[in-house]
């Protein structure tokens, strides 16, 4: 697990690692099928940027910190993935650099984490809930937590001290950062605190040691809301790379474009950049125009 308090990890080195490269082919055309299913929600012109063609991609073999050892493909061959930043789980957040994420089942539990950054808001609608409990809820408890209106909750991108992001709700819509966390009166506190207290005596597995050291730890803090701390899904399967191994490019580079030569000169590139960057306006207003067309219908 990749663990904020363990201090600066030593840089990964290049060396050999167990076992074999899996076979060219196989790579390129899982790289293929990946690229050409991205491809149909991109503009052509954009391809070069946001989903380029394999001959630009060059084959690693990393080993992690849970001794995992994976393949990973970097644009050029310069810089080493443990250098590079990679996605979380599907198509997550960007992880700190070094870091590639790796499920095991017996992962440890989320850990809880201060949150150091407020990032972007968005609002969510719901529904009003339905008067009859769902399957999972006894009707007692659907009574307690159903919401008989339908309502709108502000969800706030939080990058947390591991430099994970996670999402937190915020206690209202108009809540911002700057005014910190609402907290609850100090009777109420008081009486929480002797409630959780009696449950967790009652019902020892209702949380777990580190959930009820958060519950203690909020308790003591006034009941913050929003909590100044967050439980993050990725530290326990977020691994760092500690080794790497260059395997070759995933199209040998005889059979790839050849690089011009000589390079062209910086204004040829400034102008295609240009032209490159007009088309793909064009086209954004294009996409838009469908969009207002749409919307009208
Ligand atoms: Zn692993
Ligand atoms: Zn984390």
Known sequence: MADPAAG???????????????RRTD?????????????????????????????????????????CVKELLTPGDRIPPSERQWRGLGDGEALPPGQVYCRHDDSADAPYRDIVEWGDRREVSFAADPVEPPEWADADVWAVIRHDEAHTSAFWKVTLACGHVEEVVAPALDWKP??????????????????????????????????REHTRRMLAAGWPRPRPERSCHTCPDARAIVAYQRVGWLIPRN??????????ARAVLERRL????????????????????????
Request: glycine letters at 4%; a neutral charge.
């Open 8 to 22: 600066v990890r030593p840089p990964a080195v290049a060396r050999r690692l167990p076992g074999r490269a899996r």
């Open 27 to 67: 790579v390129l055309r899982e790289y293929e099928e990946f690229n050409s299913d991205r491809r149909r929600a991109i503009p052509p012109v954009l391809w070069p940027f946001f989903a380029p063609d394999p001959d630009r991609y060059y084959r690693w073999r990393v080993q992690l910190d849970c001794a």
């Open 178 to 211: 700057d005014d910190g966390p609402r907290l609850a009166e100090a009777t109420r506190v008081k009486q929480m605190t002797e409630e959780f207290e009696q449950v967790w005596d009652s019902d020892p597995m209702l949380q777990s040691g580190h959930q």
């Open 255 to 264: 059979e790839a474009l050849k690089p011009e030569i000589p390079p062209p």
């Open 274 to 297: 240009r032209r490159a960057e007009a088309e793909a306006e064009r086209l954004r207003v294009q996409l838009a125009g469908h969009e207002e067309r749409r919307d009208a219908r």
